[in-house]
């Protein structure tokens, strides 16, 4: 039983420690000057996890890059631009977590975090049959959602296992 | 005694005025703080007539409740003896206090922002004395409100606003009330329009307008004691990442006043500077 606990302990340790936000691209509403940019570059900073953080205010796109092992969470990103009077765009992440569900519906869990996304292909259909239960890395876009909210929706454009 | 009770519930009240830290120096604007920012200002303020001259010096701190409600407290410093008449535009010897709030707020595409801001406030007479004519009253504390509507976009910025000061009574003496309204447009040329690690300056041209009533003293109306006037000018703003300062200057262009009750004002002038120290904190998840 102690061997069985402890096997199971090292094939998930991996899974979790695997399981993050590698970037997040914002597009940002409603910024038009200095500070509105150094407000968000100060909150997204603000955020455990957060390594390097690109403010363009011509295009309001905001770049995140985050370390291995954070756990920051969409939620996270999302306050950090509507604290500052803003809202954002589509989210364009890469980020890996454990695929879950069926094969007709899919989810990816990212773990240390609660953030859980049915997945739907950006364009086509891949074949992800084999992937589930494993660790992937998903590049794709998260919806922009109401105020407040997280999309529950990852339309992904690539799905690669983490060997 | 009475003023500092005053100030006091000022500072307990849900409410006051001056939504920009860093917009045009004289008009109303619709900016507000970020939710926990906390903004300093400092500035000088002068008004040069033919009565003499008055400089103002004010400080004022805000923090921001919510993404879209600050509170806000100035006090300001005066200097001087010029006999002016009443201005909200430009600050005077009186303590301010309140809220903003910013109710309408529309950002439906990069760099522009369409917003309406609303604020209410108490203004508590400091421990300063007018010269003039106001500085002969006996002093009460008043109620200030106004609001602002415009747009705000990385090329463009426009602003229109009103606001409505009134004053108590005391002892039968009482300031007048004043009603002012600004119109702003600000520019930021193609060149300028830069990243955020870099300077970041941006022109105005303010146009203010202020109507006071007449001031009443020991009962009694002062006869010729209401003005009209209008002012405009040119205005700079530069900013550094959360470093503000921004100077302007304005002349009359329209002016309806007693000369013998407050000389003939001819020139206002404003420098402004802003540090906003913005807050990192978020939840977790």
């Given amino acids: 039983m102690k061997k069985m606990i402890a096997t199971a302990f090292f094939v998930l340790l991996p899974l979790a420690a695997h399981a993050e936000y590698e970037q997040v691209n914002l597009t940002v509403f409603g910024m038009d000057c200095a500070p509105c940019a150094h407000a968000i570059h100060v909150s997204m900073k603000g955020i455990e996890g957060v390594n390097t953080v690109e403010v363009e205010l011509n295009t309001g796109l905001v770049t995140i890059k985050l370390a291995p092992g954070n756990r920051a969470s969409m939620k996270q990103f999302n306050q950090a631009v509507e604290k500052n009077g803003f809202t954002h765009k589509d989210a364009e992440v890469i980020v890996r977590g454990r695929l879950a569900g069926t094969a007709n519906a899919p989810v990816l869990e990212v773990s240390g975090t609660s953030d859980r996304y049915a997945l739907s292909p950006m364009v086509g259909s891949l074949d992800i049959v084999s992937l589930l239960g494993k660790t992937v890395t998903i590049s794709g876009v998260i919806p922009q959602a109401p105020k407040g909210k997280v999309s529950d929706t990852l339309r992904y454009k690539t799905i690669t296992e983490v060997r | ?285």
């Fill in chain 2, 1 to 285: 005694m009475k003023s500092l009770i005053a100030l006091a519930c000022a500072f307990a009240l849900p409410g006051i005025a001056l939504a920009a830290d860093h917009g045009p120096v004289f008009s109303y604007a619709t900016p507000v703080n970020s939710q926990r920012e906390l903004s300093f200002d400092t500035g000088i303020f002068g008004r040069s007539g033919s009565n003499g001259a008055q400089l103002s010096t004010g400080s004022s701190i805000g923090y921001g409740l919510t993404p879209h409600i600050t509170v806000n407290a100035f006090l300001p410093a005066t200097f001087g003896s010029g006999s002016l008449q009443e201005s909200r535009i430009v600050s005077g010897s009186e303590w301010t206090a309140g809220a903003s709030w910013r109710f309408l707020h529309s950002v439906t595409s990069v760099g522009k922002r369409i917003e309406s801001t609303a604020s209410l406030g108490v203004v508590v007479p400091g421990p300063q004395r007018d010269s003039g004519v106001l500085g002969s009253l006996h002093r009460a504390p008043g109620i200030a409100g106004s609001l602002a509507a415009g747009l705000a976009s990385r090329s463009k910025y426009l602003w229109i606003g009103g606001g409505y000061t009134r004053f108590a009574e005391a002892s039968d003496d009482r300031r007048p009330d004043t009603l002012s309204w600004s119109g702003v447009y600000g520019y930021r040329p193609a060149k300028l329009r830069r990243g955020y690690n870099q300077w970041d300056y941006r022109g105005f041209a303010e146009l203010t307008g202020e109507h006071t009533g007449s001031v009443l003293k020991s009962g009694m109306i002062l006869q010729n004691s209401s003005t009209t006037t209008l002012w405009l000018g040119p205005s700079v703003l530069a900013i550094f990442k959360n470093i503000a300062i921004s100077g302007g200057v304005q002349a009359p262009v329209f002016r309806d006043a007693s000369e013998s009750i407050y000389g003939r004002e001819h020139l206002r002038f404003a420098i402004n500077f802003s540090y906003l120290k913005y807050s990192s904190h978020t939840s977790s998840h």
